[in-house]
């Protein structure tokens, strides 16, 4: 298992090359010593550029060093949860197409990142951008092949105050919407 020094060292790495591309912005970012299973040291970052409105499609990340550093003390990934979203601008809306976690089901995953945070990172990152941009609703479609996971799904998005119309809980789908503005 790493040290912390080797995951000092790499996460200073990986916010060294984020701060460099051009095509990212850091969101939030926390450096303190991992406790528990829940991540304290980490970088949300962004390729959403608010005058970019020839692309449609962008993520929000979170990166960790924690359990994510090879015996060479390089990254095993350049990220662990990842939230895709596509913008409307004409209509002003964001609209959440995946909000995942690498998890051990996962064929690039080596440890199980579920149950860390890092998605409720991504999605409070989200909500904060899409506020900053002026986007007036951020929606999305839930589904979930077990109830298990629904329900967490569920509980997330209703702890970020979305509203939460489930069509069918025993397949595990859902419509999520939360209106932003004054």
Same mark, same amino acid.
């Given at each position: 298992m790493s040290s912390q020094?080797?995951?000092d060292q790499v996460y200073a790495k990986r916010l060294a090359a984020i701060e460099k591309d051009p095509n990212f912005t850091i969101l939030s970012s926390m450096n303190q010593p991992m406790q528990g299973k829940q991540a304290t040291q980490y970088i949300v970052y962004t390729d959403f550029?608010? %005058?970019n409105q020839q692309q449609k499609s962008f993520t929000v990340s979170v990166y960790t060093p924690f &359990? *994510?550093?090879d015996k060479? +003390?390089?990254s095993k990934a350049d990220y662990q949860s990842q939230l895709l979203f596509d913008v409307n601008h004409w209509e002003n809306k964001m609209h959440i197409t995946v909000l995942e976690t690498l +998890?051990? &089901?996962s064929r690039l995953a080596f440890f199980d990142f579920q149950n860390m945070g890092l998605a409720q990172l991504a999605l409070k990152a989200f909500i904060n951008l899409a506020r900053k941009a002026d986007i007036a609703m951020i %929606? +999305? *479609?839930i589904s979930s092949f077990d109830k298990d996971n629904f329900a967490k799904l569920q509980h997330i998005f209703e702890k970020y105050?979305? %509203?939460l119309h489930v069509a069918d809980p025993n397949q595990g789908i859902g419509k999520i919407t939360m209106t932003l503005g004054d």
């Amino acid at each position: 298992m790493s040290s912390q020094t080797e995951y000092d060292q790499v996460y200073a790495k990986r916010l060294a090359a984020i701060e460099k591309d051009p095509n990212f912005t850091i969101l939030s970012s926390m450096n303190q010593p991992m406790q528990g299973k829940q991540a304290t040291q980490y970088i949300v970052y962004t390729d959403f550029k608010p %005058d970019n409105q020839q692309q449609k499609s962008f993520t929000v990340s979170v990166y960790t060093p924690f &359990e *994510n550093v090879d015996k060479y +003390g390089h990254s095993k990934a350049d990220y662990q949860s990842q939230l895709l979203f596509d913008v409307n601008h004409w209509e002003n809306k964001m609209h959440i197409t995946v909000l995942e976690t690498l +998890g051990s &089901e996962s064929r690039l995953a080596f440890f199980d990142f579920q149950n860390m945070g890092l998605a409720q990172l991504a999605l409070k990152a989200f909500i904060n951008l899409a506020r900053k941009a002026d986007i007036a609703m951020i %929606d +999305g *479609n839930i589904s979930s092949f077990d109830k298990d996971n629904f329900a967490k799904l569920q509980h997330i998005f209703e702890k970020y105050q979305f %509203d939460l119309h489930v069509a069918d809980p025993n397949q595990g789908i859902g419509k999520i919407t939360m209106t932003l503005g004054d």
